[in-house]
């Protein structure tokens, strides 16, 4: 998950270490939606006939392409090939929201009946998608919708994970690798961005539930990945008996790795959400990952796909579809990647599983 493009730009409002929850936090839609399992959306046999001899096209309009979002990619480019729709255009804005508007611009002269995409900075991509909105392009987002859009007049639906499932395997997984004890260091993310901020929430709401002889004895917001390094020395400095440390995502979790070999740190364990290499690896060597969190990837992008062809055919789509989450650990790995991703990992990752 590569946000730091994106990070620098976004006000620091209701974050998860000032969230408190009396009862359980629950997934949520960008609109506070109520999820609805993407497993649910089918077409049947005379839809997808229908839509093959519809002629219909579809282009990928992707905030940055990397590990995640190219299973996503992936997805949606295998469920429109079932569905015999012709993919005209795939673009790469490298989290620059400028460069997201030119490539709607760009690929609406290709006149797609489609377009899956990530928008970037919802606030403000209204002027991004509006021109693809003005002209009936069945609009498909994945993890953030539209500010001042409306579902089912403006666009099909918003795909994205549960995400308290995600956060709350995530505690279980921490706590399991410290033996239901301990102190935890909870590293956050420190921005406006509903993704990361219900999975923290989630894993904070567990342990402080579920696990009573667990204890977060520090919470350390990070709005730059680059920083994590920082923020685990500070972690370390003030609480050197740390048992386990929650990162948001794969990237800081690596700056936190790097620490705790700086400190030859073979006692504290760490959880973290997205699949790596690096995190994978440090994991099956027997390192400081006890586990690592993903969403069904591949599956958010056949998903999207599928609910753009419902769209075409107006079917009602509803607002805010979730795949599920996985746990994946050094005895689950190769699966747990094929789960997710739908391919193998890595050779280094296969190598080191056997």
């Known amino acids: 998950m590569k946000l730091r493009a994106l990070l620098a730009a976004m006000?620091?409002?209701a974050t998860s270490a000032t969230m408190a929850f009396a009862e359980q936090p629950k997934t949520v839609g960008p609109n506070g939606e109520a999820p609805t399992p993407a497993a649910s959306l089918t077409l049947s046999d005379a839809d997808i006939e229908t839509i093959k001899s519809g002629g219909h096209t579809a282009a990928l309009v992707w905030h940055e392409l990397y590990d995640w979002s190219n299973a996503v990619a992936q997805g949606a480019k295998d469920e429109f090939a079932r569905l015999g729709i012709e993919i005209v255009a795939e673009t790469d804005a490298?989290?620059?929201?400028?460069?997201?508007k030119a490539d709607v611009e760009t690929v609406m002269a290709r006149e797609p009946s489609i377009i899956v995409?990530?928008?970037?900075?919802?606030?403000?991509?209204?002027?991004?998608?509006?021109?693809?909105?003005?002209?009936?392009?069945?609009?498909?987002?994945?993890?953030?919708?539209?500010?001042?859009f409306t579902h089912g007049e403006d666009y099909t639906t918003v795909v994205s994970a549960d995400l308290f499932q995600i956060g709350n395997k995530a505690a279980i997984a921490l706590a399991e690798a410290m033996g239901g004890k301990g102190k935890v260091g909870y590293m956050f993310h420190d921005a406006d961005f509903p993704v990361t901020n219900q999975r923290d929430s989630a894993f904070k709401w567990t342990i402080e539930n579920d696990y009573p002889e667990i204890e977060?004895?520090?919470?350390?917001?990070?709005?730059?990945?680059?920083n994590a390094e920082n923020i685990a020395s500070a972690m370390l400095s003030r609480n050197p008996d740390l048992d386990g440390i929650y990162t948001p995502w794969a990237e800081p979790a690596l700056g936190v790795l790097s620490v705790?070999?700086?400190q030859s740190n073979d006692h504290t364990r760490v959880v973290t959400i997205d699949l790596n290499e690096p995190a994978a690896l440090d994991m099956l060597k027997g390192g400081n990952i006890a586990a690592i969190v993903a969403d069904e990837a591949y599956q958010i992008g056949v998903t999207a796909?599928?609910?753009?062809?419902?769209?075409?055919?107006?079917?009602?789509?509803?607002?805010?579809?979730?795949?599920?989450?996985?746990s994946v650990g050094s005895d689950n790995v190769v699966d747990g990647w094929m789960q997710s991703m739908n391919r193998q990992p890595p050779e280094t990752v296969k190598a080191a599983a056997r």
Do not use: C, H, W
């Open 305 to 326: 796909a599928r609910a753009a062809a419902a769209g075409l055919l107006d079917k009602p789509v509803e607002p805010f579809l979730v795949v599920d989450a996985l």
């Open 11 to 13: 006000p620091l409002l």
């Open 94 to 100: 490298g989290f620059d929201t400028a460069r997201q």
């Open 216 to 226: 977060i004895v520090i919470e350390s917001g990070m709005t730059d990945p680059a």
């Open 260 to 262: 705790l070999r700086q």
């Open 117 to 148: 995409s990530l928008p970037i900075d919802p606030p403000t991509a209204k002027s991004v998608y509006g021109v693809a909105r003005d002209a009936g392009v069945k609009l498909v987002f994945i993890d953030n919708a539209v500010e001042g």
